[in-house]
């Protein structure tokens, strides 16, 4: 009858412990990549959506105001913050509503970022953009509120 090496309780641990050493720069990938896993399971709770829930470019001429000044006006919508803009000629002013203070990044589609701060009345105006689709990244202390995608 032939005896086993894991016959022998610590032969059986010490063949356990080399198996372990030897994986061990394997389990470390693995848990680097299961945390980066994980990270995404919350990833909506930090972030929330602002949809395009008004754009006077798309609306009838009896649903916007006679005495409006602005070429479009634009409101992104979510819970609890909204996003107004107005564009007037070529310049783009906006409103965090409810007004609060925040800090906003502004991402075109070609990768190109700018950033402004708010003050606590909400009121800003964004620089000179570039052509093509662009949405806002506002940070509040309520949370963070990224738009659509939007061509002004």
């Keep these: 009858m032939t005896r086993h090496r894991w016959d022998d309780d610590d032969h059986l641990l010490e063949d356990l412990a080399a198996a372990v050493r030897a994986t061990e720069p394997l389990a470390h990938t693995i848990a680097e990549h299961a945390e980066g896993a994980l990270s995404w399971r919350t990833i909506d709770d930090d972030l ?3 949809s395009l829930t008004f754009d006077s470019s798309m609306a009838s001429a009896a649903d916007v105001r006679a005495e409006s ?9 979510s ?3 909204s996003v107004e803009l107005e564009v007037v000629h070529s310049e783009v002013f906006g409103q965090i509503l409810p007004p609060s ?5 502004i991402e075109t589609a ?5 950033d402004i701060v708010v003050d606590e009345s909400g009121f800003f105006e ?3 953009l570039p ?3 662009m949405r806002l990244r506002c940070d509040t202390a309520t949370g963070r509120v990224v738009t659509d995608w939007v061509q002004l």
């Design 48 to 50: 929330l959506l602002a």
């Design 69 to 77: 000044n602005a070429d479009r006006v634009l409101v992104f919508t």
């Design 79 to 81: 819970t609890p913050l």
């Design 101 to 105: 203070a925040a800090e906003i990044r």
């Design 110 to 114: 070609d990768g190109t970022t700018y």
């Design 126 to 128: 964004l620089p000179t």
């Design 131 to 133: 052509a093509g689709a």
